[in-house]
């Protein structure tokens, strides 16, 4: 059973669109991240958020942006959608300790036509 | 740095065989390592942790995983592996001092359980 939701599963968009991917968590977490996977490949971090208007950049350099402004909430937004967007987004969250790892969304599974 | 190694891209089990997925870290400090499981179109389950204490650890689904200080290993086991199991497998560690807990995530490693 999740504790930590992200809408929509699927999106089919035009390029040039704007999009904001959705991801919510209701465990009370500080952390949250953001990471771009294709199929079966490995995972790449391209936003995480240690709090409340904390965010920043991850490892993979992403055109998204996100903004973290209450605790529960951390969506990604893509001003301009282009082909090579297409791929799953998952969101993540944990809490300040160690202890239990992350707690993952569903993710979204992104196609820019 | 901190970095997880899984070696093998793919591992192909006959089912009821016991089955072994690789696993290496390098971290400074203390590690603290995990398992998690990503079947088709879904997020990321977590399987099983290390923290401390006993080497072996038991998580979901009758897996298991060895820490292995001295060969800075951590691989995932299962005695008899099932179909249901072919998925992918993803080992990550935390530790040091700086690394405020993030997850250092290995490459997957692709399990097909054949019948």
């Known amino acids: 059973e999740a504790d930590i939701y992200q809408t929509p599963r699927y999106l089919v968009i035009g390029t040039g669109k704007k999009i904001t991917l959705e991801c919510s968590q209701t465990?009370?977490?500080?952390?949250m991240y953001w990471y771009q996977q294709d199929p079966g490949m490995e995972l790449h971090l391209i936003h995480y958020?240690?709090?409340?208007?904390?965010?920043e950049k991850g490892d993979l350099s992403s055109e998204s942006t996100v903004s973290r402004i209450r605790t529960e909430h951390f969506p990604l937004t893509l001003e301009s959608a282009r082909p090579s967007h297409t791929s799953q987004y998952l969101c993540a969250s944990s809490d300040t300790g160690i202890y239990d790892g992350y707690t993952f969304g569903s993710g979204t599974r992104l196609t820019v036509v | 740095a901190q970095s997880v190694a899984q070696p093998e891209d793919q591992v192909n089990v006959a089912e009821g065989n016991p089955l072994t997925v690789k696993c290496t870290y390098s971290?400074?400090?203390?590690?603290?390592l995990f398992w998690y499981v990503q079947y088709p179109n879904r997020g990321l389950q977590f399987l099983l942790k290390?923290?401390?204490?006993d080497n072996l650890v038991k998580g979901s689904y009758g897996f298991e995983a060895e820490f292995n200080k001295s060969q800075t290993s951590f691989h995932l086991k299962k005695p008899s592996a099932l179909v249901s199991d072919s998925a992918l497998y993803f080992c990550?560690?935390?530790?040091?001092?700086?690394?405020?807990?993030?997850?250092?995530w290995g490459a997957g490693t692709k399990l097909i359980i054949k019948p």
């Open positions: 990550a560690v935390s530790g040091g001092d700086d690394s405020n807990y993030q997850l250092i």
């Open positions: 958020s240690y709090g409340v208007n904390s965010t």
């Open positions: 465990m009370g977490h500080d952390k």
């Open positions: 290390y923290i401390t204490g």
């Open positions: 971290v400074s400090g203390n590690p603290y």
